[in-house]
């Protein structure tokens, strides 16, 4: 746990994000017009979130925040619920605890050991890919396109890496100090060969993330994730049962969110050409979020929507998903570009991986989780010798659970926030079940949501 924190506009990007998811979803003045509003939420309570609220059916019990083990993606996640569940009244100076603030705990665990948030950064398979790519034709022309405005950049800064295949820390650099006068001291460019610089690390930076480079190594175990926390969603609803996760929220980087996003193959998806991060990384405070609806009129027929929001400021947009089919029934539950569960489920299934598959196809053997899956092999192997057979644990040893070896998510922080206004947010993916009400149809959404990582840190 560590690193550096962020700045203040990296807290007001995050709250703002908050703050609109809120007006989207919980806030009955404009969800209720958007017919978008979660269970719970109507136009004689606003007071959705707060514990012992007659008529909400939704608590902090009801969410399940985790954040990779760095202090500005914890920060992200507080700051983010901050606007999402302000307080009723803020602290005067006679009440010096504001009132109904939901305590948020957020959840973490050991860098080293996170292949769900941060498996971009542990996945050798991956990196191998990523370096056969990088003697491509396809970058090697790019390396030559550029090498004009790297050269100029390296004329500026001499002991500066300007390679193409580190061009992003190059950018980055700038733009830090530039924008937040944060990091080291850079030369001061004008604003068109900024701009040169900006594009090719945005380039670089989705060309890296394409699914013939990434395929599932990086979101598979997202994927897995999530769709576990749909099916358990889904159940509870079906069952009529009210304790569940209605938020499931990963507060991670833009890698996390690009990641899924190639696991799901949505760069090759022509209903999806539109989708503006498969030309740029995702905005400071971007989100990303799938939705799980339910209508009344089909009983036991649910719908999956992708929508994202690219920072604070920007609408919520649907984004088609590769499994949708025109005039079937999602599309009459959730719009165009939605899939039906069924067919959601069976797309995702195949692109998913849990921790055991992610081990055996990213080739990783430093994390506890890949170690104990080795020496649950070895112990099978050996045991196998000894009984001169291959059954019995050596047939069961082959897999591990999806927790099975891994450190333990502990809580990282479980605050309450004495003051509105302040917030940060740097990547963040969540699943959220909500139910509104339009007609008579019910929604039941599932929603995954992520936030890109902000630059706004010191």
């Known amino acids: 746990m560590g690193g550096p924190t962020l700045l203040p506009e990296g807290q007001s990007q995050a709250y703002r994000a908050g703050a609109a998811y809120r007006a989207r979803y919980i806030d009955p003045a404009s969800c209720s017009a958007n017919n978008t509003c979660l269970a719970g939420v109507s136009a004689n309570n606003s007071l959705y979130g707060v514990v012992n609220t007659n008529g909400v059916g939704f608590s902090n019990y009801n969410l399940n925040v985790r954040s990779s083990a760095l202090d500005r993606t914890i920060m992200t996640a507080l700051s983010f619920f901050n606007g999402v569940l302000p307080p009723v009244n803020n602290a005067t100076a006679t009440r010096f605890l504001p009132d109904g603030q939901q305590v948020i705990p957020v959840y973490s665990q050991a860098d080293s050991e996170d292949i769900l948030i941060r498996a971009y950064s542990k996945c050798q398979a991956y990196q191998d890919r990523l370096t056969e790519w990088f003697g491509t034709e396809e970058f090697q022309t790019k390396s030559q396109e550029s090498q004009a405005l790297r050269n100029s950049i390296s004329a500026l800064v001499p002991n500066m890496n300007t390679s193409l295949a580190n061009w992003w820390n190059v950018y980055d650099a700038f733009n830090v100090w530039r924008t937040y006068s944060v990091g080291n001291p850079t030369p001061d460019v004008d604003n068109a060969t900024f701009a040169e610089m900006q594009s090719l690390g945005y380039w670089l930076e989705t060309a890296k993330m394409q699914s013939n480079l990434t395929v599932n190594l990086l ?240």
């Open 219 to 458: 979101g598979g175990t997202i994927l897995a994730d999530m769709l576990q926390h749909v099916e358990d969603a889904v159940d509870a609803v079906s069952a009529n049962v009210q304790i569940y996760y209605k938020v499931v929220h990963l507060s991670g980087h833009y890698n996390t969110q690009l990641g899924t996003l190639a696991a799901l193959e949505l760069d090759t998806y022509p209903g999806a050409s539109s989708l503006v991060w498969l030309k740029k990384i995702p905005s400071l405070a971007a989100l990303m979020a799938f939705e799980v609806l339910a209508s009344d009129e089909q009983p036991g027929q649910y719908a999956v929507r992708l929508v994202i929001q690219d920072g604070p400021a920007a609408n919520y947009t649907a984004v088609a998903l590769p499994c949708s089919q025109e005039g079937d029934a999602a599309e009459a539950i959730a719009g165009p570009g939605s899939c039906t569960l069924d067919a959601f489920r069976d797309y995702v299934a195949q692109r998913a991986l849990n921790a055991s598959q992610w081990c055996t196809a990213c080739q990783d053997s430093s994390t506890a989780a890949c170690q104990l899956r080795t020496a649950k092999a070895q112990l099978a192997s050996l045991n196998a010798t000894a009984d001169g057979s291959s059954s019995g644990i050596g047939t069961n040893s082959t897999s591990c659970s999806d927790d099975s070896g891994t450190e333990g998510w502990k809580i990282a922080v479980s605050v309450v926030l004495t003051f509105l206004g302040t917030a940060a947010l740097t990547a963040l993916g969540m699943w959220w079940l909500q139910r509104r009400q339009r007609g008579n149809q019910r929604f039941d959404p599932v929603t995954m949501a992520q936030l890109s990582e902000s630059a706004a840190y010191k």
